[in-house]
């Protein structure tokens, strides 16, 4: 969309608000907001906010600038405007990118610039010129969420109507029909409580354009959902999993509910992950299909397999980047720790999907990631690990067609594991970073901030007692 077919645009549909959003380096769409009679005129590409920017206050960004800095600028994608479905007052919004307004630069720690350095890596190295990705992010649903932490108490608190602790409760009448744990995939309602309410936040994507394959109930009680978004390109799907973020939790407040991509809320079920499904293509033809060959995969894509496998460890500082993140990632559980891939097997950190003989659809799955990861900087980060896999032709080795889970004894110790804390994964993106940083697509200034502001995160962590520490060690 030009400048003139934006303003156009915002005419035809009566907006009186325009939103602008970006994201922080952590993750998080932020946002401000003015009056739509600011953009009258703004139809030239050359000059106006499409040049000179809005300015904001980075200091206040996390991940971004220092105080003595804090100036920054954003610059509008009018590709992306849309009609904001829950405002009260007629409102558009766009996604922006940052630049830097003193070196007149994109800013190097805008993850949205980062995903798009990936893409333009993938053309100039020739290997490919299109990078498709695919996430599908859990998340659950819950009806009440109670936390506090202070110097003398810690607690949470979730409930949900369909939780499964909640058969016993008086509810004037209970009417059953809560998912027992695990077995929330898929039966169809009244077991699955929030059907209608998935197709509201489906159809509500739609209206955004983004097309969805797929919604149902996922494995755990207490309200699991997983809604499948069409593959895209990085940037843009990048940018689709933010508005499906933002649709998820509206529709779900909207229904005095609350929606969660926190990995793992409930203990002793599962948690919600981001299965990352990927391909390569040049020219229009897809790169990762060859007939009569193990899964029906290249060669190509084979050394793209071994590439994810090598750098799975420290893909996990961005794939898995919280804290919370560990608590879903433990090996011998549902989630796939175990660096080694295979056709089918979901027990496999890299699963090559099995659904028929279309070279098209030939792709591969990457398990281990989870939604609180920024999709901006978790893509391209795994374009790059494949990416490295391809330019050193990195042998996966065999693939592994058994459930990895029940791996005993020696066998199961040569198999590699991904990172079973936060630190672990910083520690190993600190050792195994370079691939990253080719053609200048993440840089050792975003890495050097990313590292600190984790870290900092699992130091906050390990200052505070626990609960389960009390329960063990009280009365010692």
């Not at 602008?20 to 009258?40: A, K, N």
């Not at 509910?257 to 293509?281: E, I």
């Amino acid at each position: 969309m030009t400048p003139k077919e934006f303003v156009d645009f915002i005419k035809a549909k009566g907006v009186q608000v325009m939103d602008l959003r970006f994201v922080d380096l952590p993750g998080t769409w932020q946002h401000f907001s003015m009056h739509v009679g600011e953009w009258e005129g703004q139809d030239n590409p050359e000059r106006g906010v499409w040049k000179d920017g809005l300015g904001f206050d980075g200091s206040s960004i996390r991940g971004f600038q220092q105080i003595q800095e804090s100036d920054m600028v954003l610059i509008p994608d009018p590709d992306t405007v849309r009609i904001d479905p829950f405002a009260e007052h007629p409102t558009a919004y766009m996604i922006c990118d940052v630049v830097d307004p003193v070196k007149k630069e994109r800013y190097t720690r805008d993850p949205r610039y980062i995903a798009q350095k990936a893409e333009r890596y993938v053309r100039t190295n020739g290997v490919a010129d299109t990078a498709y990705f695919g996430p599908e992010a859990e998340f659950f649903v819950f009806d009440d969420i109670r936390f506090d932490l202070n110097q003398r108490a810690a607690f949470y608190y979730i409930d949900s109507a369909e939780g499964q602790w909640n058969t016993g409760r008086e509810e004037g009448p209970n009417l059953g029909y809560k998912p027992r744990f695990k077995e929330g995939y898929f039966p169809v309602p009244p077991h699955d409580s929030l059907q209608d309410l998935r197709s509201e936040m489906i159809l509500t994507m739609v209206d955004l354009g983004i097309p969805v394959e797929v919604h149902h109930h996922e494995v755990a009680t207490g309200g699991q959902c997983e809604i499948d978004m069409r593959f895209d390109t990085l940037t843009r799907m990048a940018d689709k999993v933010m508005t499906y973020k933002y649709v998820v939790r509206n529709v779900a407040r909207k229904h005095n509910q609350v929606a969660t991509f926190m990995p793992k809320p409930l203990f002793g079920d599962n948690g919600s992950g981001m299965h990352t499904h990927q391909s390569l293509w040049k020219g229009g033809d897809p790169l990762f299909f060859q007939a009569d060959t193990y899964a029906q995969v290249s060669q190509l894509c084979r050394w793209y397999i071994g590439g994810l496998l090598r750098h799975g460890r420290a893909l996990a500082a961005f794939c898995n980047p919280t804290t919370n993140s560990y608590k879903r990632l433990v090996p011998g559980y549902e989630a796939p720790t175990n660096l080694v891939y295979s056709a089918r097997n979901r027990s496999a950190a890299c699963r090559i999907p099995m659904l028929g003989d279309n070279p098209k659809t030939k792709r591969i799955e990457f398990r281990p990631p989870d939604p609180t990861a920024n999709p901006y900087l978790a893509f391209a980060a795994l374009l790059m690990a494949g990416l490295d896999g391809i330019e050193n032709e990195i042998d996966p080795g065999q693939p592994m067609d058994v459930n990895v889970f029940e791996l005993e004894g020696p066998l199961a110790a040569e198999v590699p594991q991904m990172p079973g804390s936060l630190d672990d994964a910083l520690d190993a993106l600190e050792e195994d970073h370079e691939f990253l940083l080719k053609g200048g697509v993440f840089t050792t200034d975003v890495l050097d901030t990313w590292v600190r502001m984790k870290r900092d995160e699992g130091q906050e962590l390990r200052l505070r007692p626990h609960p389960f520490e009390f329960l063990t060690t009280f009365d010692a």
